[in-house]
């Protein structure tokens, strides 16, 4: 079946300028993460839903970045006003559920580049 | 908030040779995931260990958690150049915590 999907798999953009980044995590999977991802370093958190809501967006950097789950399955993850240091390869997963020992299953990334 | 170590960060190994890398966490965490990453790609799961003393082997690899210790390690026997790639352990789901990777190299 039809894993995660991300788009789009690359983003340039100038510094200052608005992005959304989509994932459609795959069908019936009710928790939805997002990971970013900088050049040589593990994944790092930024928030995670479980249906509609956000039930944990302790991740995220500051106010500039948002993320969206309107009907429980496509996500979007929003930055405002982009800087340099946002220049990263964001990830997308989703799982059956948020119990730990549900998998977490990974998109192939949105690599954004903060010009 | 878990914090995950890994060392080595980087590895270079002989083909047929035996390496060990390690992962240490810094609280109690329900589950220990191992990933792998082949350049510009996304996160391949490969263990999911779930208690104290779990030993789980695909191939070459066999990944292993001591909770007392909170310590996981990733064992490689014979390595072979296709298993070059970076191997990441994580804990604390659903928000997970990553080490910083362990980025391996096999040569001929």
């Known amino acids: 079946g039809a894993g995660v999907s991300q788009t789009p798999s690359n983003k340039v953009t100038e510094k200052g300028k608005y992005v959304e980044l989509r994932c459609d995590p795959i069908s019936g999977h009710t928790a939805l993460y997002w990971y970013r991802q900088s050049l040589g370093q593990g994944p790092e958190f930024l928030i995670y839903f479980q249906g509609t809501g956000a039930a944990d967006d302790s991740g995220l950097p500051n106010d500039r970045f948002f993320a969206v789950r309107p009907e429980g399955s496509v996500s979007t993850l929003k930055i405002q006003r982009t800087e340099r240091g946002d220049s990263a390869v964001y990830l997308c997963?989703?799982?059956?559920?948020?119990?730990?020992?549900?998998?977490?299953?990974f998109g192939p990334g949105t690599r954004l580049t903060v010009l | 908030e878990l914090k995950v170590e890994q060392n080595p960060l980087f590895l270079s190994m002989q083909e047929g040779k035996n390496y060990t890398i390690y992962c240490n966490y810094s609280t109690t965490s329900d589950r220990l995931y191992w990933y792998r990453q082949d350049p510009g790609k996304s996160l391949e799961s490969l263990f999911v260990?779930?208690?104290?003393?779990a030993v789980k082997q695909e191939g070459r690899l066999m990944a292993s958690l001591d909770t007392k210790a909170r310590l996981s390690t990733l064992h490689i026997t014979a390595a072979v150049h296709d298993l070059s790639a970076t191997y990441f352990c994580a804990g604390g789901a659903p928000a997970m915590r990553f080490g910083a990777g362990t980025r391996l190299t096999v040569k001929p």
């Open positions: 997963a989703s799982s059956l559920g948020t119990a730990s020992y549900n998998e977490q299953f």
């Open positions: 260990l779930l208690s104290n003393g």
